[in-house]
């Protein structure tokens, strides 16, 4: 092999080493930047095949996709002067990419620990004008949007990150408070049980005084009627009589006479004093009831 096939071969690998220090392939799932001695000279890269120039230009990439702030539990006051620990997150994304690599030095370690701070703060304030209910349940989706939009301004003009969203994983009482919490809890729980069983009491009572009232009128208005229908069957029982007697008083005398006579010597043992010439004994002297 001659000096000029050397020579050759050396500029090819000095051109291939060039090429391939100085090209840089931007995916669309990154944000680029380039400095020039530290200087920060280009951002505006897109999906692509970009080159640089080898010991002056230095490539910086940084993850273009949503990522997540998973903060540490922190102890927060509420406006019931109560602690609480609580453990949220947040989903945010590079939004100028320049703006960050300025606020954290390309540090993404930096973004996440002020997000998390920011996040914090915010919380911190928001909860300390809300009790535990509104915190919970209450208000809790109006809280969060309103967190959210409200960091999302600040981390994009400091940051240069979009928060998508702001979440409270958890809240959690401090082991100190949380007996005496549970025991108002309790109590309340209590007070309001003893409440509901004094209503339901007296809707009892009620009910059976009202019983009570309508067994007295239902009886008082059977008995009048009980009393009533007596009433008509004896006057029926009455104008019968007196039909019968009408039409035949002598049979209806001797019937009255035979009646008596049966219940009279209903039993063996019964007697009776009378005057023989008695008007009882008129109809066993004669059929006929003569005299």
């Known amino acids: 092999m001659n000096n000029r096939t050397l020579v ?17 392939v931007v995916k669309e799932t990154e944000k680029a930047v380039l400095l020039r001695f530290g200087e920060l000279v280009r951002t505006d890269y897109g999906p692509g095949l970009y080159f640089k120039i080898p010991l002056v230009h230095e490539l910086r990439k940084f993850d ?7 903060s540490q539990p922190v102890r927060m006051l509420n406006a019931e ?20 690599y300025v606020a954290t030095r390309g540090d993404e370690r930096n973004a996440v620990r002020l997000l998390s701070e920011q996040i914090n703060d915010r919380l911190r304030n928001q909860f300390g004008v809300r009790d535990l209910h509104e915190v919970v349940s209450g208000q809790r989706d109006e809280l969060m949007s309103e967190i959210t939009k409200n960091l999302n301004q600040v981390a994009q003009g400091n940051l240069g990150v ?34 509901h069983r004094a209503k339901g ?91």
């Open 8 to 24: 050759i071969i050396a500029a090819l690998l000095l051109a291939i080493l060039a090429i391939s220090s100085s090209a840089f």
């Open 64 to 70: 273009a996709r949503i990522q997540t702030v998973d």
């Open 81 to 100: 002067n109560k602690f609480m620990m609580v453990d949220s997150y947040a989903k945010f994304r590079i939004f100028d990419v320049g703006r960050f």
């Open 162 to 195: 979009e928060v998508i969203d702001v979440r409270v994983k958890r809240i959690d009482l401090p082991p100190e408070v949380s007996e005496s919490v549970f025991q108002r809890m309790r109590a309340g729980r209590e007070l309001e049980a003893r409440d």
């Open 201 to 291: 009491q007296e809707a009892s009572e009620r009910i059976r005084a009202n019983a009570d009232r309508q067994v007295v009128e239902i009886e008082a208005e059977a008995e009048r009627k009980a009393e009533e229908l007596r009433g008509q069957g004896d006057a029926l029982a009455a104008s019968i009589y007196a039909q019968a007697f009408n039409k035949d008083p002598e049979f209806y005398s001797f019937t009255r006479s035979l009646k008596a006579y049966r219940e009279s010597f209903s039993d063996r043992s019964d007697m009776i004093l009378i005057e023989p010439d008695s008007e009882f004994f008129r109809y066993l002297k004669d059929a006929g009831g003569r005299e």
